[in-house]
């Protein structure tokens, strides 16, 4: 099976400006869980999705949303980008809830000037 | 709030020695305890689990211990190689799954 995949792998954006990013899960997998890296804070969890339905929200912003397609894709959006947006998205996938095994994505490395 | 502590934040060890690096977490609900290696430029890998049922779990060279009273769980190495150097990773997951906190990370080198 091919693993999780996501688009973009690296993206320049400027402060203001909006960003969407992509995550394809492992086919059959139905939930798709989105993690920010930062050297300073770390592996961060943003959100989780299952069966096109947000289950859980970390503490971040408004700024940051997702949406989950019927085929199990899932899409990040951040609207005004800041400096500190800057990191490593993540994504991973499982085959459903309950603390299965997640596998993640190469990640998409966002840079915010 | 919750968290999840992590120590060393930086390990070395000479080939063939063991490694351990420990996790406390606050929410005494936690009962899904993962690790993560990611090596450098790469995605994090689950490498080894327990939930919060068990009290101690091997595979291989990799073992976790999780005590549930004094809210830790530790992650042992032994018979290091150099392909274990990686950031590792734990986290803890509330009752339901409903949360994720994951520790800071741990920097291992295993020197030849």
């Known amino acids: 099976k091919a693993g999780v995949t996501q688009t973009p792998r690296y993206l320049i954006k400027t402060r203001g400006q909006q960003v969407t990013l992509s995550c394809s899960p492992i086919s059959g997998h139905r939930s798709v869980s989105w993690y920010q890296q930062t050297p300073g804070q770390g592996l961060q969890f943003l959100f989780e999705?299952?069966?096109?339905?947000?289950?859980n929200k970390g503490n971040f912003p408004g700024r940051f949303s997702g949406r989950q397609f019927s085929n199990s894709r899932s899409e990040m959006n951040v609207s005004t980008l800041e400096l500190g947006d800057s990191a490593l998205y993540l994504c991973?996938?499982?085959?459903?809830?309950?603390?299965?095994?997640?596998?993640f994505g190469p990640g998409t490395r966002l840079l915010v000037l | 709030g919750e968290n999840v502590e992590q120590h060393p934040s930086t390990l070395s060890v000479q080939e063939g020695d063991s490694a351990v690096i420990k996790c406390t977490y606050s929410?005494?609900?936690?009962?899904?305890f993962p690790w993560y290696k990611q090596e450098l430029g790469k995605r994090p890998q689950l490498i080894i689990d327990i939930r919060s049922n068990v009290g101690e779990k091997k595979d291989q060279r990799i073992a976790v211990t999780l005590n549930k009273t004094a809210k830790h769980f530790s992650l042992h190495i032994t018979e290091t190689q150099p392909e274990d150097s990686a950031v590792y990773f734990c986290a803890a997951y509330g009752p339901t799954y409903d949360k994720v906190i994951f520790g800071p990370g741990t920097s291992l080198s295993v020197i030849p």
């Open positions: 929410d005494s609900a936690s009962n899904y």
């Open positions: 991973a996938s499982s085959l459903g809830l309950g603390g299965e095994t997640q596998y």
């Open positions: 999705y299952f069966s096109e339905t947000q289950r």
